[in-house]
């Protein structure tokens, strides 16, 4: 910062001078405004807006900023302590590097292309996926939905699934969608910070090529009752192995025979649990995060966002065997 000079404007009424000199009074060494804006007003006995009417339209400091970029010297002028102090503070912070009006443009349009480029990688993604027919591998759920998504609103299939899964399994809704947006057949905006989806957007060409014949699919009575009878969650009693003799075999085993199909997936996080109880059993409890609560994948609990930790806690205390249905 070079070159600091206080301008007055040729029509400026000869009182507002003294109060303009007085506002602008800069420490050379420190460059801090020796009067700020409240010792400027008392002293005048003036209010803030009649202090802006006086200094902004008939004065200014301008200085030299120095862009290391492209080491150049940038001339500024401002109208406003505040305007001045902000300018300082970033031009001074080790984070914040002064870029000239030139070199600025000169990033936003690389910042652009860099976007572009994304953006047509990302095209040739969900090409593909059409391509591919990937909604061929879908199960049954996932293929209503992605049908759902390509003509309902996101309002609207919240509301849908809310009705149709229930509180409890509403979740589903949310991580299924993830797998869509994995699969590159949908895209999601998901908030960085609580994890939830936001919107979704589908690809012109998916919504051109896909066609959703559900009567070809797995949508028979006997799939949609396997349907409803699949879990994510996994739920296990260990029993103590009361015969147990010799001190290498296991403490706990026994038979088990599941009422649902656990499906069980790749790339998602689990949260899981286990409680010691009566007669020495254990139980054991694995859950999607998804479908506690949507949120980012993270671990381990104390880690998570506290919003999520009170989900995992709360959901753990419902499943908790003593209150549970086992
Ligand atoms: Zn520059």
Known sequence: MKNIQLIIK?????????????????????????????????????????LNKIIQPNSAITFYLHCKNCNSYEFIEVNSQSTFNILFKSYNSSRNIFKCKHCEEIANLEKQKE???????????????VDEKRWMNLNSFQ???????????????KKHYWSKLGENRYGKLFHELKVLAKMDLLEIDVDPWNGRIKA???????????IYNP???ETTAYHQDFERRETSQLRLTLTIDKSKFHPDSPKYAGLVKFKQRIVIEPDVEYSFAQWERSGDNLYFVLTPIDEIYPAPNQTPIVRVPTSLQDGIRDFLESINPENGDW
Not at 146 to 155: G, R, Y
Not at 200 to 210: A, G, L, T, V
Request: glycine share 2%.
């Open 200 to 210: 979704f957007q589908y690809y012109s060409r998916m919504k051109e090529n896909f």
């Open 143 to 157: 293929y209503e939905l992605l049908h759902l998504c390509l003509t309902k609103s996101f309002s609207e299939l």
């Open 215 to 217: 009567a070809k699919t």
């Open 115 to 129: 976007q572009e480029r994304e953006r047509q990688e990302r095209l040739l993604e969900l090409d593909k996926a």
């Open 10 to 50: 040729d029509n400026c009424p000869t009182e507002y001078v003294e109060i303009i000199k007085f506002y602008w009074e800069l420490n050379d060494e420190t460059l801090e405004f020796t009067n700020k804006p409240k010792g400027v007003r008392s002293k005048f006995n003036i209010e803030q807006p009649k």
